[in-house]
């Protein structure tokens, strides 16, 4: 299964803009990046995925390097509700049997 | 659209008792997951169905776990006997089809 580097924590202040990086040099050429997140004491949350464009949604934007070997997710805004464990998962294909592996994510703190 | 339910949402037992834990996907959702999250880990795959039909159940320790899903709708996952280690939030997530799976609020289970 292809593996993702993250940092394990950042920082960020509320209302800046947030850049996380993803590391994923042995991804294939099937694999879809994910990224989800977990607010404290919840279930992980799907935020966005994509597979070579740069993707945006109501949440986020997904910025993907030409070779894919590394991605980042960025929130716009950083509110104090972004604090939250983010996790960067490679998917294979785009079945729905494809495995989330997560990793430990990178956990974001966001200072008023 | 209600979301993912788990029951009970905490549990204290002791080692050697055994535990079940209730889901309840999303209405219409084929595909459900089970998911075992130790403190500061990321969540780690215990099984995954395909309406009532095991896709994935390698994470497993069949010696002491076992799941079933009723009708392809709700699910049980059961620890006979529990272990020290077992304590953890175990997590139920369940997708319609690509990209997402949407998680429950998790039951966490300490065992003592």
């Not at chain 1, 299964?1 to 850049?19: F, G, I, L, R, Y």
């Not at chain 1, 996380?20 to 694999?31: A, E, M, W």
């Not at chain 1, 604090?83 to 998962?89: K, L, M, N, T």
């Given at each position: 299964?292809?593996?993702?580097?993250?940092?394990?924590?950042?920082?960020?202040?509320?209302?800046?803009?947030?850049?996380?990086?993803?590391?994923?040099?042995?991804?294939?050429?099937?694999?879809?990046?994910?990224?989800?997140?977990?607010?404290?004491?919840?279930?992980?949350?799907?935020?966005?995925?994509?597979?070579?464009?740069?993707?945006?949604?109501?949440?986020?934007?997904?910025?993907?390097?030409?070779?894919?070997?590394?991605?980042?997710?960025?929130?716009?805004?950083?509110?104090?509700?972004?604090?939250?464990?983010?996790?960067?998962?490679?998917?294979?294909?785009?079945?729905?049997?494809?495995?989330?592996?997560?990793?430990?994510?990178?956990?974001?703190?966001?200072?008023? | 659209?209600?979301?993912?339910?788990?029951?009970?949402?905490?549990?204290?037992?002791?080692?050697?008792?055994?535990?079940?834990?209730?889901?309840?996907?999303?209405?219409?959702?084929?595909?459900?997951?089970w998911y075992q999250q130790i403190l500061g880990q990321g969540p780690k795959l215990l099984i995954q169905f395909q309406n009532n039909g095991v896709v994935d159940d390698?994470?497993?320790?069949?010696?002491?776990?076992?799941?079933?899903?009723?009708?392809?709708?709700?699910?049980?996952?059961?620890?006979?006997?529990?272990?020290?280690?077992?304590?953890?939030?175990?997590?139920?997530?369940?997708?319609?089809?690509?990209?997402?799976?949407?998680?429950?609020?998790?039951?966490?289970?300490?065992?003592?």
């Amino acid at each position: 299964d292809a593996k993702t580097t993250q940092p394990n924590s950042m920082e960020s202040n509320e209302e800046e803009p947030v850049h996380l990086p993803c590391n994923h040099s042995t991804i294939s050429g099937t694999d879809y990046i994910h990224w989800y997140r977990q607010l404290p004491s919840q279930g992980p949350e799907y935020v966005i995925h994509g597979l070579t464009s740069n993707v945006n949604n109501r949440m986020a934007s997904l910025a993907i390097a030409e070779d894919r070997k590394s991605s980042t997710l960025i929130l716009h805004r950083a509110t104090l509700r972004d604090a939250a464990v983010y996790y960067c998962i490679l998917r294979e294909g785009s079945s729905n049997t494809g495995k989330l592996i997560f990793g430990q994510g990178t956990t974001l703190q966001v200072k008023p | 659209e209600a979301g993912v339910a788990q029951s009970p949402r905490y549990k204290i037992i002791e080692k050697r008792q055994s535990v079940a834990f209730w889901c309840n996907p999303i209405s219409g959702h084929a595909t459900l997951y089970w998911y075992q999250q130790i403190l500061g880990q990321g969540p780690k795959l215990l099984i995954q169905f395909q309406n009532n039909g095991v896709v994935d159940d390698s994470q497993l320790p069949k010696d002491r776990f076992s799941a079933e899903r009723l009708k392809g709708v709700d699910s049980t996952l059961k620890i006979q006997p529990a272990k020290l280690e077992d304590s953890a939030v175990y997590l139920c997530a369940s997708s319609l089809g690509p990209p997402g799976q949407y998680f429950g609020p998790g039951t966490r289970l300490t065992v003592t």
